[in-house]
């Protein structure tokens, strides 16, 4: 079978409502030229952040989707997991993850577990642990700051200094997880900063303040950020294009009177990528 574009094994949730996880992760991905295959893990009528989501729990499949997969012989230029919402669905995934890694496929883990402090509903500490696990057989890692202090076990603080945010990397480095790592929302010196770190070396990138927080963000920017690096483009840069087409997506969002739970206007990256080209 000629693979006609490179191709993304893409492990995450479906819900119905709440634009996060694949229902952004597939358009932003496919608006980038990728072929999208999606593994979903869960299927939900609306993200967590709503009260009482009818939820699916898909981890039974996983292991007879991924079979089926490899007996036809699909090949993945990447595997890119979000949400999973059993420790049992993560050991699956994770041999799909070595299976493609020993391939030399590029592994991103988006450690989807929580935000601003807290787990996200149904996880606890065991799913954090498994969690780790995973990132060990990363590429690249792209937690948010909640997500980055519960991986690498350090308490949430509600601002960091410089000197924080290296013990955070030391840690997560400790734990020999991904090469490379890209942290967003992090809290240093009264700014909002994204830290891109790789192979332990560290970067404080000040971020531009802008009004609103928006359930499925980090899917908008792991998502983007992926896309760019099977560009071929680095690290930094990536995760640069990334942050700015998010801004622009939180700027559109805000100003058209948009909530956290109904997320990102994420159609806009669309005009971004055509405007930007
Ligand atoms: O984007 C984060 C996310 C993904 N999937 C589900 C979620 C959330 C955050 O609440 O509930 C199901």
Known sequence: MKKLLKRIAAVNDLSTFGKCSLTVVIPVLSAMGYE??????????????????????????????????????????????????????????????????????????????????????????TTVKKMRELCLYADVITPNYTEACFLANLPYKEMLTKENVRTLIDKLNAFGMANKIVITSVPVEDKTCMVVSEFGELEIIECEYVEGIYCGAGDVFSSILLGKLLEGQNIMDSALYSHRALTEIIKETH???????QGLVYEKFFKFMIDKS
Do not use: R
């Open 36 to 125: 999208v295959c999606p593994i979903v893990t869960s299927y939900l009528s609306a993200h967590t952040g709503f009260e009482n989501p009818a939820n699916f729990d898909l981890s039974h499949t996983t292991k007879d989707i991924t079979s089926h997969l490899e007996k036809l012989g699909v090949d993945f230029d990447a595997v890119f997991t979000g949400y999973i919402p059993t420790v049992f669905q993560m050991e699956d995934i994770k041999q799909f993850m070595i299976k493609n890694k020993l391939l030399k496929k590029l592994i991103m883990v988006d450690p989807v577990l929580g935000d601003d402090g807290k787990l996200y509903t149904f996880f606890d500490n």
């Open 255 to 261: 100003a058209l009177g948009g909530t956290w739970e």
